[in-house]
């Protein structure tokens, strides 16, 4: 048996639970309520699809795989402005604006931090994005500048590196871990720590088309599918989550300063079983990244985004490790992380984790009191 087996994401624990463990453990309270305080904001919160544009080709890249470059594109600026509007005054209190490359429309990001004023910008780095637009960047790299240029078409690191150095308190490099470059991550952090920097990681995770052009199903050509094969390819397996489940540790010991990655969550997220309890059409129900209640998903054409369990509709659920779904879901507290008092305080761990690379206004805490 594997001995780091884990629990996967069910159901969150139920108010009485949760009133029995703090009874027991009053000394958790008063961070247990902060904790709650800072997730009621992040949970208020809409995904927004900026522009079908791009400058990079990535490989198995999800926004293009999974569609949603079909939408239209609404350029009218007012149009932008009633929608943010809208969303503020129904109560949403963070932003996530994605895909496809956030910084090709820098105007509209403007228009968003007037009527939202937290919230978290998706980007590969290529373009700076102005102080002004006061949210945290998460950049994408993929590994060094061969490895960028390889499986992104473009090395965007040294891009961004040079576009955003010494800017550690908004800027957040997002390390895609892949078993094509878990042997890189030890370059890159010491770059990202040498440009006065922090770093984190995200994992790989195919989406359904990717796996169906592995396996022959779609032979259809695609700029964002020209490197992988049945051999040689992105996808996870037990051996390769093992070795970057002991490399990652061996990289928090190593850059304590500039790495913001929770060894907790690092045990779980690398388990190599389905990290979601899954339900009769392989979704994942529990996990709190999908879409419905205060969690919204809009297209660059302001409407919905139709048939879209989550923002990475495409990426199959039962492989799905993206940091995402994984730190949302591991926010909220399930029967297990009331198991222990280390359990609790592993969950503390994940929350902390979550809050440091979410985080950029250095008053936003002090300003929860409103939440």
Not at 89 to 106: D, I
Request: charged share 25%.
């Amino acid at each position: 048996m594997n001995r780091h087996r884990t629990e996967t994401v069910g159901p969150q624990a139920s108010r009485s639970e949760i009133r029995d463990f703090l009874c027991a453990n009053s000394d958790f309270e008063p961070i247990y309520r902060q904790n709650r305080r800072k997730a009621l904001v992040l949970a208020r919160a809409a995904y927004v699809e900026m522009t079908t544009r791009c400058n990079l080709r990535c490989e198995g890249c999800y926004y293009f795989d999974g569609g949603y470059d079909k939408t239209p594109d609404v350029r009218s600026p007012a149009e932008w402005d009633a929608f943010f509007a809208g969303l503020a005054a129904r109560g949403t209190r963070f932003l996530y604006l994605v895909g496809a490359e956030p910084s090709m429309v820098p105007e509209r990001l403007e228009i968003a931090a007037r009527h939202v004023r937290r919230g978290l910008i998706g980007t590969n780095g290529i373009r700076k994005i102005d102080r002004a637009t006061p949210f945290k960047l998460h950049i994408s790299v993929w590994g060094a500048p061969e490895l960028d240029t390889a499986y992104r078409g473009a090395d965007a690191f040294s891009k961004a590196l040079a576009n955003y150095a010494g800017e550690a308190d908004r800027a957040l490099f997002v390390y895609t871990l892949s078993p094509r470059n878990i042997d890189d991550a030890e370059r890159t952090l010491e770059r990202v720590r040498d440009a006065g920097l922090k770093m984190t990681f995200n994992m790989y995770s195919p989406t359904n088309t990717y796996r169906n052009r592995l396996a022959g199903i779609d032979t259809s050509t695609s700029e964002f599918f020209r490197r992988s094969s049945q051999s040689d390819n992105l996808n996870w397996d037990a051996a390769s989550l093992t070795k970057a489940r002991q490399r990652t540790a061996e990289l928090i010991d190593a850059f304590p300063d500039t790495l913001v990655y929770s060894r907790a969550y690092n045990d779980w997220i690398t388990d190599p079983a389905p990290r979601y309890e899954l339900d009769e059409n392989g979704d994942a129900p529990h996990c709190l990244s999908r879409i419905g209640g205060s969690l919204s998903l809009t297209g660059p054409d302001l409407n919905p985004l139709k048939n879209s369990k989550c923002c990475t509709s495409d990426v199959d659920c039962s492989t799905c490790r993206l940091y995402s779904g994984g730190l949302a879901s591991r926010l909220s507290l399930r029967a297990p992380d009331l198991a222990s008092r280390d359990a609790f305080t592993k969950w503390l761990e994940i929350c902390e984790h979550l809050f440091g690379i979410y985080i950029y206004s250095p008053d936003w805490c002090a300003e929860l009191v409103d939440a």
